[in-house]
């Protein structure tokens, strides 16, 4: 059985970092593409990055390139998402993919999901 698990969301205010990662456990994570989605309140969720099964391609929506970067440790099958300069509008619950089918930009639709996590970001 597929587990994604989420950590490290929080409240944080505007400008500050956090750090989420997403522990993968019943798939090996190396042979996944995983990634980040988002759901903002009222709104539908929304890409925000992928990184492919080596960790050698990264792809990131244009509303937070620059500011958060997607990484993976293989060994730990673990992949994670460092946010800095946060804003408002990054506001919302993080969620955790991973795919057999390696992502390629955007549109990507893993078939598995996280529970996810609340980041706030406050003004």
């Known amino acids: 059985q597929v587990q994604l698990v989420e950590s490290g969301g929080g409240l944080v205010e505007a400008g500050g970092s956090l750090r989420l990662s997403c522990a993968a456990s019943?798939?090996?994570?190396?042979?996944?593409?995983m990634g980040w989605f988002r759901r903002a309140p009222g709104e539908e969720r929304h890409f925000v990055a992928a990184?492919?099964?080596?960790?050698?391609?990264?792809y990131y929506a244009d509303s937070v390139k620059g500011r958060i970067t997607i990484s993976r440790d293989n060994a730990k099958n673990t992949v994670y998402l460092q946010m800095n300069s946060l804003k408002p509008e990054d506001t919302a619950v993080y969620y955790c993919?991973?795919?057999?089918?390696?992502?390629?930009?955007?549109?990507?639709?893993?078939?598995?999901w996280g529970q996810g996590t609340q980041v706030t970001v406050s003004s």
């Open positions: 993919a991973a795919d057999w089918a390696q992502p390629a930009g955007s549109s990507w639709y893993p078939d598995y």
């Open positions: 019943g798939l090996a994570a190396s042979l996944y593409g």
């Open positions: 990184i492919s099964r080596s960790g050698m391609s990264t």
